[in-house]
Every structure is written in structure tokens, then in C-alpha cells.
């Protein structure tokens, strides 16, 4: 292969080309950040780094808790006469939610909580009926489908896009083709690892959270690997002037 090698390029070329390394690395870096920050808390603990556990609350839920638990423990609990009524409803959660089993605590409902969760004033959040109040208890899911297909496609069309440019860039260093080919598919590769471990852990189950994390890193390696031998190749190589065995 006779194509141009980035030591060749003009410093104005090398100039740009070296600003969008570094414009990338600049990405992932907040990329990093905004995972860090979106992610650590979902335990409730918001020290240190995202845990295993907090990927898998993102993005499979943690679904022994329940919006009703929640708030019956939380905010809403000062509106209970009583301990036995909160023991009431969380057993009746536990139990599974039956139509039976609601008869029975339906009275909790009608006397403490309906007044300010009619359908009328909170559509959002009604407490009258049987399937309202089943619904209000739905297993925490994680993150919804729809914004996930959002942060995937997201995701996938801007680091899609440096992927594709950081691979161009690597191809035209003076590494030697075999290096170059694996070095070039490893950004796409990471990207697909990471997208593709968040549905897992949502749709499948929490055991692909580690993957979330190994797709992470995997697209830092290889960011840095390009980036850094991208640079070397093109300020610090010396340009070796070769006659060609063959003659010119
Ligand atoms: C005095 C009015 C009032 C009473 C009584 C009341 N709530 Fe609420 N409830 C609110 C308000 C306001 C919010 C929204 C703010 C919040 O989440 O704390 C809310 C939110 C909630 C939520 C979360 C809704 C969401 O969108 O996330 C749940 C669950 C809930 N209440 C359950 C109950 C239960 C169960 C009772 C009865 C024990 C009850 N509430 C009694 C006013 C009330």
C-alpha cells in the first residue's frame, strides 16, 4: 500500500486532524463524567464510582421496589394512621397485588390518600380504583424503552461518527496493516459492546451489567491507542525517505 502516511501531511492537515483527537478525547472524557454522575446515585449512595448495582438499577430497575413502596416509606408515609396499614399495603405488594387482597385494604386508600389522588386532580397518579392502585405498585423497570432507543441512537450516530473518522485517521499511520485492521474495528466494537449491554441488562438480565462497564473501558482503550499513536506518527516519526528496492 502506497497511500499517503500522516508524517507526510502538511502541518496545516496535521494541525486539524490533531484537533479532532483531541476534541474526542475531550468527548469521552465528559462522557465519562455524565456516566459517573447519572449512574453512581441509583442505590441511593451517591459516593465513590457507579457500581455493578447501580448499572443494574439504571437499566434493569431494582423490581422488589415499587413507586407506592417508595413513597409509603418516604413522603406519603405521614398521611398513615398507622404502622399496620403501611405493613398492610407492603404486604399486599409482596402477596402479588390481587383484585382479593385489595378489597381488604382498599379502606386505607378511601379514607387517607384518595382526597388528594383523585383521577381528577392527578390523572398522573389516581389512588381510587383497584387498577389504579395496582398500577401505582408496578415493579421498578429501570429505565423506560423509549429513552433508551433515544440514548442509543444518540449515542450510536455521534461515536458512530468518531469511531469511523478515529479508524480513517489510524488507517493512514505507518503501523503495520495487520496492527492497523485490528486497531480500526476496536472503537466500533466497543460501541456496540456498550449499546448492546445496556438492552441486555434491561431486557435480559442483571449479569450483563459488567459488560456496560468492560464496553466503557474498551472504548477508552481504544480511543487512547489512536489518539496517542496518531500523534506519535504524525509529529514525532521521523520521516524515513525510502528508495524503493524496485527502483523508482
Ligand atoms: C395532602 C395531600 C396528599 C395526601 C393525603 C396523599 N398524597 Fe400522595 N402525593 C401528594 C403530592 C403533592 C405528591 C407529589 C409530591 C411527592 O411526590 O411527594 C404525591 C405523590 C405521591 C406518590 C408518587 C407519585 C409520583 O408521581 O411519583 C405516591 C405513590 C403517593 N403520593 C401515594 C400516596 C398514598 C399511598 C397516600 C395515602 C397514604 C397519599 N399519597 C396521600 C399529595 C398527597
Known amino acids: 500500500m502506497n497511500s ?3 508524517s507526510q501531511l502538511s502541518f496545516l492537515h496535521k494541525l486539524i486532524l490533531s484537533f479532532f483527537l483531541f476534541v ?4 469521552y472524557l465528559f462522557a465519562q463524567i455524565h456516566f459517573q454522575f447519572n449512574t453512581r446515585s441509583a442505590d441511593g ?5 457507579a457500581s455493578i448495582k447501580d ?21 406519603m408515609q405521614q398521611y398513615l394512621p398507622n404502622e399496620a396499614s403501611q405493613l398492610a399495603i407492603e404486604a399486599w405488594i409482596a402477596a402479588g397485588r390481587t383484585e382479593q387482597g385489595y378489597r381488604k385494604i382498599q379502606h386505607i386508600f378511601d379514607d387517607n390518600c384518595v382526597r388528594c389522588h383523585p383521577y381528577d386532580e392527578r390523572p398522573d397518579y389516581p389512588l381510587e380504583t383497584y387498577e389504579e392502585v395496582y398500577a401505582a405498585a408496578e415493579p421498578d423497570r429501570g429505565v423506560s424503552i423509549g429513552y433508551l432507543a433515544y440514548l442509543s441512537y444518540f449515542h450510536a450516530s455521534r461515536m458512530g461518527i468518531a469511531a469511523v473518522l478515529l479508524a ?9 496493516t ?3 485492521i485490528v486497531v480500526c474495528a476496536l472503537p466500533v466494537v466497543a460501541m456496540l459492546i456498550s449499546i448492546n ?11 450483563f451489567a459488567p459488560t ?26 521521523k520521516k524515513k525517505v525510502k528508495i524503493s528496492k524496485r527502483g523508482l
Open 45 to 49: 449512595n451517591e459516593s465513590g464510582l
Open 212 to 237: 456496560v462497564y468492560f464496553g466503557e473501558g474498551l472504548t477508552g482503550l481504544a480511543y487512547g491507542i489512536i489518539i496517542l499513536s496518531s500523534l506519535y506518527d504524525m509529529w514525532l516519526k
Open 197 to 207: 449491554s445496556w438492552w441486555f441488562t434491561k431486557l435480559l438480565s442483571p449479569i
Open 55 to 75: 448499572i443494574v438499577i439504571t437499566y434493569h430497575g431494582d423490581r422488589s421496589k415499587t413507586r407506592l413502596g417508595a413513597k409509603i416509606n418516604g413522603s
Open 168 to 176: 480513517l485517521i489510524f488507517s493512514f499511520s505507518s503501523f503495520p
Open 178 to 180: 495487520k496492527i492497523r
Open 4 to 6: 499517503i502516511k500522516l
Open 24 to 27: 474526542t478525547s475531550y468527548a
